[in-house]
Every structure is written in C-alpha cells, then in structure tokens.
C-alpha cells in the first residue's frame, strides 16, 4: 500500500521559512518524478514544483518561484519543499504526490494528509 505523509507545516509570520518533508512508502518512487501541490479551502488543488527522478530538472508555479526550492533523497524516498520569504497567500495545505512523468498536471492519486501551512501577516 504506497503512503505519502508529509510533514514540517506550521504557523510562520510574513517572510518567514519552512521547509516540507514527504516521505513515501510502499513502494520505490527514485524512477518517478515528484511534485508538491496545495489547497485551500473551497478552491482547487493547485500545482507548486516539480522535480525529475534524477533532481536535476525542476519546475515551479510562477507564483512560488524564486522562494521555494524542491528537492529530493531517492535513498530516503523522500522529497522535500524549502519555502523561503513566506506570503500569506502561501497559506494552504500541502500535499506531495508521485508525477506521471516531468509534467505539472498528470499525476498518480496517492494524497496524503497533507501539511497545514499558516502565513501570519
């Protein structure tokens, strides 16, 4: 049974930092590219980074990009978010999932819980 349990969300003030861990298990994820997304309440699941199987290739939505970094430990089947000068329209709860390729919209369906990620102005 493949589980991702993200984890490292918080309450943060305006400019702030955290960084996101997702560890997944269940099975090996180090051929798959990775991505982040986040939700907010009433609104759509939206796409943050991505990241190619080897890490050397990344992508991010344009409004992250610049402040947030992904990355990834194939060893640790582990991909991480590092969120730099925090907005509070980062507010949301993140997700990260395994990617059908280095694409920002076709994925698999293995959501976790998420991580609650709060902006303070």
């Known amino acids: 049974q493949v589980q991702m349990v993200e984890s490292g969300g918080g309450l943060v003030q305006a400019g702030g930092s955290l960084r996101l861990s997702c560890a997944a298990s269940g099975r090996t994820f180090s051929r798959d590219a990775m991505g982040w997304f986040r939700q907010v309440p009433g609104k759509e699941r939206e796409f943050v980074a991505v990241?190619?199987?080897?890490?050397?290739?990344?992508y991010y939505a344009d409004s992250v990009k610049g402040r947030f970094t992904i990355s990834r430990d194939n060893a640790k089947n582990t991909v991480y978010l590092q969120m730099i000068s925090l907005k509070p329209e980062d507010t949301a709860v993140y997700y990260c999932n395994a990617m059908r390729g280095f694409t920002t919209t076709s994925r698999y369906d293995y959501w976790g819980q998420g991580t609650q990620v709060t902006v303070s102005s």
């Open positions: 990241i190619s199987w080897s890490g050397g290739n990344t």
